[in-house]
């Protein structure tokens, strides 16, 4: 290396400057230094790096729904810098300066929290956290509703608001305030035609703002006086039974109603409907009206007429049968004549026959209207000699349910001798049959059935040999009159 060697001097006003120049290492060039001095002056002093900090932190921020918020940091340390902003702990996407301008906000948007991290090559630094209350003013969510009413009536008109409490109300009528109508709802004085298209509006305020809702208009109309439209229908019921009037009617409510029976004025029926207490026969015929009224006038229905029917009621042509003397290992039958002597029409539910050697045919499922009949055959077949006693029960959905027959009968030995009679009968309303016997022809005679008999048979067996006996039959009605006699027969008896 050449020594270096100094190129001399410059004054220039009060500074001496020197510049020395390097020597060279072959053809290399070689590096300029150049120190430069003055005189009085020092050396401007060399900065370590430093981390990020945060001079001055973002500011809470209070706006109204709808508009925008904007945060800044301030932060100094070694360049460069970069920013990045988090909304609630998530990072903001392009939030990458000193300053954040929110989207316009929402109410969702109350009460976030806003941090700002500030990094550079040897650190990093998170902001304290900025807090944006967002102040809602109320909004309607439902608006008022035009209302129609009738003269004499009051209007009732309401909204419905949201927004931070509280919440106050001021309901106007064409523009103007009306005194004490300071609620959600607002209902009008009696109202008459005169009121027809008024306007009524609602202002609705909290500490955030007010707005205004839409108009809802009054419409009154004359009163109408009352229209039957559904007129009371006549009803058919079972003794025992309610019966229900109704009634349908239009006009300007409130609507007044008065039941009438037979013109004269029902304690209580004063509702669209009146049901009768249960019903007698004699409240058949009944007519039942209804006086319809409002404060314009009045209508009277027209006059529904009530029908009350008998109940069914299940009658046997007899309550007891006697088949008398039946020779064992023969039977006896007799037919018995069911009939519903009721109003309404009844159902045989079930037939039960109980006693030994009785037997009896099934009514099960027939119906009878009112003044029908039907028949049962039962029948005695001993097995045994004695006397047998034994029962028919009818059960139905009549009135008199259940309906008994009580039966009888004697088993017998073949004896020796015995008179069988048979006959036919000439009525279905007989009941039974009386037999009669005598020794002479004429009489007179000796009644041998114990109760009347509702078969057209009998056996005698109470002869003697060698004799003659005459027999006559009377037949007997439910109401238990009896015929004349029969044709006069005779039966000789044989001697051994």
């Known amino acids: 290396m050449k020594p270096s060697r100094n190129l001399g001097t410059a004054t220039t006003g009060h500074r001496d400057w020197i510049c020395v120049?390097?020597?060279?290492?072959?053809?290399?060039?070689?590096?300029?230094?150049?120190?430069?001095?003055?005189?009085?002056?020092?050396?401007?002093?060399?900065?370590s790096p430093t981390p990020p900090s945060i001079s001055k932190q973002p500011v809470s921020q209070t706006v109204v729904v709808g508009k925008s918020a904007t945060f800044s940091v301030t932060a100094s340390g070694t360049s460069?810098?970069?920013y990045q902003w988090n909304k609630n702990g998530v990072a903001i996407s392009g939030a990458t300066s000193a300053s954040y301008t929110t989207p316009p906000t929402t109410a969702l948007d109350n009460q976030s929290q806003f941090v700002v991290i500030v990094r550079n090559a040897l650190g990093t630094v998170t902001s304290a956290v900025a807090t944006l209350t967002v102040n809602v003013p109320p909004s309607i969510i439902t608006q008022p509703a035009s209302q129609a009413v009738v003269a004499g009536q009051t209007a009732t008109f309401s909204v419905v608001a949201t927004g931070p409490s509280p919440l106050s109300y001021q309901w106007k009528k064409n523009s103007?305030?009306?005194?004490g109508a300071t609620l959600s709802t607002y209902t009008t004085p009696v109202a008459s035609t005169s009121d027809s298209g008024e306007s009524f509006t609602v202002i609705v305020t909290n500490a955030f703002g007010s707005v205004?809702?839409?108009?809802?208009?009054?419409?009154?109309?004359?009163?109408?006086?009352?229209?039957?439209?559904?007129?009371?229908?006549?009803?058919?019921?079972?003794?025992?039974?309610?019966?229900?009037f109704s009634v349908v009617a239009s006009g300007t409510p409130p609507l007044t109603y008065q039941w009438t029976k037979n013109g004269l004025s029902i304690s209580g029926g004063t509702s669209t409907y009146y049901t009768t207490p249960p019903t007698t026969l004699l409240d058949s015929g009944e007519a039942f009206a209804v006086i319809v009224g409002n404060s314009v006038g009045s209508a009277t229905s027209n006059g529904a007429?009530?029908?009350?029917?008998?109940?069914?009621?299940?009658?046997?042509?007899?309550?007891?049968?006697?088949?008398?003397?039946?020779?064992?290992?023969?039977?006896?039958?007799?037919?018995?004549?069911?009939?519903?002597?009721?109003?309404?029409?009844?159902?045989?539910?079930?037939?039960?026959?109980?006693?030994?050697?009785?037997?009896?045919s099934s009514a099960n499922g027939q119906i009878l209207a009112p003044g029908k009949s039907t028949t049962v055959t039962v029948t005695f077949a001993p097995a045994a000699t004695g006397a047998a006693a034994g029962s028919v029960v009818l059960t139905s959905n009549a009135a008199n349910?259940?309906?008994?027959?009580?039966?009888?009968?004697?088993?017998?030995?073949?004896?020796?001798?015995?008179?069988?009679?048979?006959?036919?009968?000439?009525?279905?309303?007989?009941?039974?049959?009386?037999?009669?016997?005598?020794?002479?022809?004429?009489?007179?005679?000796?009644?041998?059935?114990?109760?009347?008999?509702?078969?057209?048979?009998?056996?005698?067996?109470?002869?003697?040999?060698?004799?003659?006996?005459?027999?006559v039959v009377t037949s007997l009605d439910s109401m238990n009159h009896e015929s004349a006699y029969s044709t006069e027969v005779l039966a000789v008896i044989p001697t051994p």
């Open 212 to 244: 205004t809702s839409a108009a809802a208009t009054l419409t009154v109309t004359p009163p109408v006086p009352p229209t039957i439209t559904t007129q009371p229908v006549g009803q058919t019921v079972i003794a025992g039974q309610t019966a229900t």
């Open 21 to 47: 120049w390097s020597g060279f290492i072959k053809s290399v060039a070689p590096p300029l230094i150049i120190l430069w001095a003055s005189a009085g002056f020092a050396m401007p002093p060399v900065t």
């Open 305 to 360: 007429i009530l029908a009350v029917n008998a109940p069914g009621q299940l009658t046997s042509s007899s309550s007891s049968l006697n088949f008398g003397n039946v020779l064992t290992g023969n039977n006896s039958s007799a037919v018995l004549w069911l009939t519903n002597s009721g109003g309404t029409s009844l159902t045989i539910l079930n037939t039960t026959i109980a006693g030994a050697g009785f037997q009896t």
């Open 176 to 179: 103007s305030k009306i005194s």
């Open 80 to 82: 460069p810098l970069t």
């Open 401 to 471: 349910s259940p309906t008994t027959i009580s039966m009888s009968g004697t088993g017998v030995q073949p004896g020796f001798h015995s008179v069988s009679l048979a006959w036919n009968g000439n009525s279905s309303n007989v009941s039974g049959y009386n037999i009669y016997r005598a020794p002479v022809s004429g009489g007179p005679y000796a009644l041998l059935s114990l109760s009347p008999i509702a078969p057209d048979q009998f056996l005698d067996t109470n002869v003697a040999a060698g004799l003659t006996y005459y027999y």
